[in-house]
């Protein structure tokens, strides 16, 4: 499934040509029927036949405003799409507008377009020339385009209300799609939301062109950056419900609930843990040959990227300025995170006067730290990253893949594997890679991570863990199983919570997990009423109070902190002993035991003297713990 986009200045015809291409109007809004001007968004479809196969192939197809008022609504959806439908009027020709947008194909890069010189009707009506006048558009249009990636495009004359040439079109598409490759499906779908809305009886429905990987009925999703969790109720694509979506498609994906106010333009879903939103990135930028200013040092600018939409100011790396017409590095800090992977495109404009200065693609997504702007080796760093340096290609891979197998980043890396498994083991031995589950990358169960991203990782567990301490200062620490949850990655947080017990930052003790040298810790007239307690137990060591009559002398609270700390020793729901008697206690069992063979309830009470009551649960117990075994009415050493 493929999509194009369509692109020109405004009034040029991209929406009626839409409709007498696929029989739909994109024009969704009131405003834009009146004003007879896409302001937003518009999407249609159609079905074409495959050039040189057999069968059909269903297109989308996103058109976008032409008026440079709409240029940033223009940028949303133009990004994704696998060929441009370049529409320039035959009696106006190329206007601001038909240069603009030419200049945005070309820095993002989209390899297949059409043009259609559209009104070739209209010719005739203006007296305008016929036939020498199309000619002479069509020579300015070719000198417009040369040197970018539209030129060698086929030109189409076309009428929309006559259909005249409309036919042509259809097959100058095929044609242009069939040279695009497939979109590949790595694994690791995001969908850039170019559009929420609500739909009654459904809920929040959002819509985009599906990258990188696939999305189905029921999948657990992730909205970024905001980290809401959901899943998908349902996908349409073209209005039919389908049971998946695959990389390429126009996606409409129901998700279940989350209130349309929580999601807008610009953010991404995708399979939990996948990617991370960043608000630091580096990246080659280039500037068009005829903007008004270079690009300096602190500038403040707009940022586009896949939908997103952000201000953005920027550090140059290696120059004071970027002049019109030239490239250079520059690390961008963005006001709200967006998702980004190595690779992408965008687009930055100035943001008053409106202007579009140039574009560039991301080379890392998410820089350690801010660079000193002219080190020869970050410079040199960020040349090997635009080559796709191995070792930097499986980071910047991994920074991006999150928690992965070794498998999962050989596949995204797209480097042999015996070269990946080799790099890896070098970049664990510096400690640019973590291994969670094992010692040897390859193994069933291990997980690979980046330095960064453990030490994010481990930093907010421990943290998580050192709250709880101060929160529940009479607990030993948090149960382990909370702890794993906070992760919310199914099997990670195990993972990680071995990792830091086997380097010592953890420390377990019974059920709980706490930093190392944490002690609980009473205050002055908490260790009084502790002491009141413990002297009860040393009166009567054999028949102690009850667990109910602890919690009620000392509060439960203490009396767990003292179960945690080992000084009590429950052995049922209600007896308890000191750990120095529940000790002695076992000794004389085991001994009695070994001299006699077998002991009873009876001659455990007459042993002990005390009740039947503090027997029974102690040697039930020893049955639970395997220390005796039940034969009949009597116990024998297991």
């Known amino acids: 499934m493929r999509v194009i986009g369509t692109a020109g200045h405004v009034d040029h015809g991209k929406s009626t040509l839409v409709k007498a291409l696929t029989g739909t109007h994109p024009d969704r809004l009131k405003e834009e029927r009146e004003r007879e001007m896409t302001i937003d968004l518009g999407f249609a479809w159609m079905t074409l036949p495959l050039d040189g196969q057999s069968g059909n192939e269903e297109v989308g197809i996103v058109d976008v405003p032409g008026h440079r008022d709409f240029i940033e609504n223009m940028l949303a959806g133009i990004g994704g799409i696998d060929a441009a439908l370049f529409v320039i009027a035959a009696d106006e020709g190329v206007m601001p507008q038909t240069r603009e947008h030419l200049a945005i194909l070309d820095l993002l890069q989209i390899q297949s377009a059409v043009i259609a010189l559209t009104k070739i009707d209209a010719v005739a009506q203006k007296d305008l020339g016929g036939e020498d006048w199309l000619e002479l558009v069509e020579s300015d249009i070719r000198s417009a385009a040369a040197g970018t990636v539209l030129e060698g495009a086929p030109v189409v004359r076309v009428s929309s209300l006559s259909r005249e040439g409309i036919p042509e079109l259809m097959t100058a598409i095929s044609r242009a799609l069939a040279k695009r490759p497939a979109r590949p499906d790595k694994g690791r779908p995001r969908l850039p939301v170019d559009r929420v809305f609500s739909m009654p009886g459904f809920g929040t429905v959002v819509t985009g062109t599906l990258l990188d990987g696939s999305l189905k009925a029921g999948d657990e999703i992730e909205v970024l950056p905001s980290g809401i969790h959901t899943r ?224 994010g990782i481990s930093s907010s567990l421990l943290t998580q863990v050192q709250e709880y301490q101060e929160r529940y200062p009479l607990k030993m620490g948090i149960p382990p199983q909370e702890l794993k949850a906070k992760l919310k990655q199914p099997g990670l947080g195990s993972l990680a919570v071995d990792r830091l017990l086997r380097d010592g930052e953890l420390v377990e003790n019974g059920k709980a997990l706490h930093l190392p040298g944490h002690r609980v810790s009473f205050t002055p007239e908490q260790e009084r009423s502790v ?79 005390t009740s039947r009551k503090y027997v029974l649960a102690l040697f039930e117990h020893f049955d639970a713990v395997g220390l005796t075994k039940r034969v009949g009415d009597a116990r024998r050493l297991k």
């Not at 490239?327 to 965008?346: C, I, M, N, T, Y």
């Open 232 to 455: 998908v109720r349902g996908i349409q694509s073209h209005r039919h419900k389908e049971t998946s979506a695959v990389p390429g498609s126009r996606t409409a994906v129901n998700i279940t609930g989350v209130p349309v106010e929580e999601v807008r333009r610009g953010d991404v879903l995708s399979h939990p843990g996948t990617y991370r939103a960043t608000r630091r990135l580096d990246a080659r930028v280039k500037l068009l040959p005829d903007v008004s200013i270079s690009l300096r040092h602190n500038q403040e600018l707009k940022f586009f990227i896949g939908a997103s939409d952000v201000v953005a100011r920027t550090r140059l790396l290696g120059a004071e300025e970027i002049n019109p017409g030239k490239q250079g590095w520059v690390q961008l800090e963005l006001s709200e995170p967006v998702v980004a992977v190595k690779g992408d495109r965008f687009i930055i404009r100035r943001p008053s006067p409106g202007e579009t200065l140039g574009g560039g693609q991301v080379v890392d997504p998410h820089p350690r730290r801010r660079y000193k702007r002219f080190s020869e080796t970050n410079l040199a760093r960020l040349e090997a990253l635009a080559a796709g340096a191995p070792d930097e290609v499986i980071l910047e891979t991994l920074a991006t893949l999150g928690p992965a197998s070794l498998a999962e980043l050989t596949g995204s890396a797209h480097l042999e594997a015996g070269q990946v498994g080799e790099l890896v083991s070098e970049l664990v031995k510096d400690g640019s890679i973590v291994i969670l589950g094992g010692e040897n990358p390859a193994g069933k169960k291990a997980i690979l991570l980046t330095g960064e991203t453990w030490r």
């Open 531 to 609: 002491r009141i307690l413990l002297e009860q137990f040393d009166s009567a060591p054999n028949s102690p109070p009850s667990a109910k009559e602890c919690q009620a002398g000392v509060g439960t609270d203490i009396y767990t902190a003292l179960v945690a700390q080992g000084k009590l020793v429950p052995v049922s729901q209600d007896v308890v002993f000191k750990a120095e008697d529940y000790a002695r206690l076992e000794a004389e069992t085991r001994n009695y035991l070994k001299a006699n063979g077998t002991i009873t309830v009876a001659q455990g009470r007459d042993l002990f003297k």
